[in-house]
């Protein structure tokens, strides 16, 4: 079936350093793609998202590229900081017969080292 | 603006008991959700529900029951909790539908003896 998924489940940067975050999707109907980060004990939180007529999108310290042709796209946080460290999701609309929802990955544990 | 609160954040459970997690939000959203979240499953839809009056089931409604008592509030009820039902529950809102972004609760995390 259609799914989500990350390629690392773990990454472990140095602070200061850039981080990039990776996600394949398999639905090539999708055309919204959303980042979240959940830190321990709290519930996900809105990064970024975007729209597929995109290639790329810019937030603070954070941006999202999308790759269509090999369907993968990637959080890339500037300058990491320890407040950086969180499990982060990527999610996509499910397909049309599973109802109003997304479908998020598992997650990719970052850790950033002081 | 609390945004989408969640009682209670913790819940021990015997198997067979009942109880009902409460969420509610305070930002005048149209739709609702209920998640629950288990390690290496990642966040998996229970029910939602897209406007006041209505609800849907989601990937994994059974052993759940919900009601969309007002335009602020969702709740979860577990009739009768089996220790498959052990997992962190979130609750989230969107101003309108699942596209728009997802604003989570803190979580419930239930355990199920």
């Known amino acids: 079936g259609e799914s989500v998924g990350l390629h690392l489940p773990t990454l472990s940067v140095q602070e200061g350093d850039n981080s990039i975050i990776n996600c394949a999707y398999s639905?090539?109907?999708?055309?919204?793609f959303i980042w979240y980060k959940q830190e321990s004990g709290k519930g996900p939180q809105f990064i970024i998202d975007i729209r597929s007529n995109m290639d790329k999108r810019q937030g603070q310290r954070v941006t999202v590229l999308l790759n269509k042709t090999v369907k993968h796209l990637s959080l890339q946080i500037a300058a990491t900081q320890p407040g950086d460290s969180a499990v982060y999701f990527c999610a996509e609309p499910g397909e049309a017969t599973s109802g109003s929802r997304l479908t998020f990955g598992e997650g990719t544990q970052l850790t950033v080292n002081p | 603006n609390a945004g989408v609160t969640q009682t209670p954040k913790f819940q021990v459970l015997k198997t067979g008991q009942s109880m009902t997690l409460q969420c509610a939000q305070d930002?005048?959203?149209?739709?609702m959700y209920w998640y629950r979240q288990d390690p290496g499953m990642g966040l998996r839809l229970i029910y939602y529900s897209a406007s006041e009056g209505t609800t849907d089931k989601g990937e994994v409604p059974n052993g759940y029951n919900v009601s969309r008592l007002n335009k602020r509030e969702f709740s979860l009820r577990l009739e009768s909790a089996a220790p498959s039902q052990t997992s962190v529950y979130f609750c989230?809102?969107?101003?309108?539908?699942?596209?728009?972004?997802?604003?989570f609760g803190p979580g419930t995390r239930l355990t199920v003896l």
């Open positions: 930002m005048n959203h149209n739709s």
């Open positions: 989230a809102s969107t101003r309108r539908g699942y596209t728009d972004t997802q604003y």
């Open positions: 639905n090539s109907a999708s055309d919204y």
